[in-house]
């Protein structure tokens, strides 16, 4: 073809292949480069051939190749290796070849929403069309292009910016204590779920504040990617709640960080003053109320151990006379988890003395140890469904672990 007449049809159609390179990228940066090569192999071309009888169709024809050989060569030429994923570009950034930042890369990959992984992963790695990934998903096609150009913008932004990490990134709370009021499930105690360090960590950072899942990974220095199935597992078992906006919270109840040594000495006194009451009026009426009860009569008690008997029944008339009535109800609060547990959670933690200089004339310790008891536990039997039980733990039984 003369020069002449091929000058005439690259101004005829530049618009359009201009156009038509605008629809296949996601940057006016892209689209320029792209229609360039386009214009550039269609002058060449056109330069070579004898005749073209159908101009319109004969350009399309090698746009449509230049693409192929754009998406198939110089894409894929900029790809990053995400374990075992290859994850291309579509503008120049350069986002580095070091190990350390391919790291980082795979890292911001991991801060993508999953509805925008999914997407990336599609279309990158299995080689998807638009138009495929649409019908999958039910987005219109261009729903999942403003998502690709999104999920680059995105990577492009976390690449580049200093990540924050939120305090429990930096000092993660540890747990030196669990306990929990109701039944616990087949697998035990809230200890089964908690006392894995990342899994309590998420607990603790939506406790005062409700977070989004991003705004929890941040907060622990981790990725949205790495906590999406234990925030579901947490969710399921009931140690989240889900609230709005996508947000969660949690009723495990955690103990303050600090202590008042002098609060917790006048709560020991006033334990002392309350003891010294109970032992005086009201265990003799408990022991009379026993007094007339006969062994193999009235009740069973295993060995005979009459005295053994009664000191049980003292612990559990006090326990029940100085509880607490609670009129609110409280059955949101409980946890019930997937293994049949329900209860009310709550977890101990390490706390600092905020007076450590207060004086005191006895051991702190030594007497929580006296007035502790583990509370009520109720039992029942599978072998003898008639039997049911109750015990209270306290420093006069053998029972480890409570």
Not at 141 to 163: C, I, P, Q, S, Y
Request: hydrophobic content about 35%; glycine content about 8%; charged content about 30%.
């Amino acid at each position: 073809m003369e020069k002449e007449k091929a000058d005439k049809l690259i101004v005829k159609f530049s618009s359009k292949v201009y156009g038509f390179a605008v629809k296949k990228s996601y940057s006016y940066d892209e689209a320029e480069e792209l229609s360039g090569e386009m214009l550039k192999e269609l002058y060449l071309s056109m330069l070579h051939a004898e005749d073209i009888v159908n101009p319109e169709g004969y350009v399309w024809r090698i746009c449509q190749h230049v693409y192929a050989k754009y998406v198939n060569h110089k894409k894929l030429q900029k790809g990053l290796s995400l374990d075992g994923i290859e994850l291309a570009y579509f503008d120049q950034h350069d986002f580095g070849e070091s190990e350390e930042e391919i790291k980082k890369l795979r890292k911001e990959i991991g801060f993508l929403t999953s509805s925008r992984r999914e997407i990336v992963y599609s279309f990158y790695y299995e080689g998807k069309s638009i138009v495929q990934i649409s019908k999958e998903l039910g987005l219109p096609a261009g729903t999942v292009k403003w998502h690709l150009n999104k999920a680059r913008n995105d990577l492009k932004e976390g690449f580049t910016m200093k990540r924050k990490i939120g305090s429990l990134g930096l000092s993660p709370v540890k747990a030196v204590g669990f306990s929990h009021s109701g039944c616990p499930g087949n697998k035990g105690g809230p200890e089964y779920y908690l006392n894995d360090k990342i899994n309590l960590n998420i607990v603790y950072s939506v406790y005062e504040n409700p977070k989004t899942m991003e705004e929890i990974a941040e907060d622990l220095g981790m990725t949205p990617v790495f906590l999406e199935d234990r925030i579901s597992m947490l969710l399921a078992n009931g140690f989240l709640v889900e609230t709005k906006g996508k947000r969660y919270t949690t009723y495990v109840k955690f103990t303050p960080k600090e202590f008042s040594l002098e609060a917790g000495v006048n709560g020991v006194r006033m334990q002392q003053k309350v003891a010294k009451i109970l032992a005086e009026n009201y265990v003799p009426q408990v022991r009379a109320a026993l007094a007339g009860l006969e062994i193999g009569k009235d009740i069973y008690i295993p060995g005979g151990n009459r005295e053994l008997f009664e000191a049980a029944a003292i612990f559990y008339a006090i326990y029940s006379k100085c509880s607490v009535h609670i009129d609110k109800d409280i059955s949101k609060h409980r946890i019930k988890t997937l293994d049949g547990a329900d209860y009310l959670v709550t977890v101990e933690l390490p706390c600092e003395l905020v007076d450590p200089d207060y004086k005191c004339e006895f051991d702190i310790p030594e007497l929580e140890t006296k007035y502790k008891v583990c509370g009520v536990m109720t039992r029942d039997s599978q072998k003898y469904p008639c039997l049911y039980s109750w015990s209270i733990d306290s420093r006069f039984d053998s029972r480890k672990g409570a």
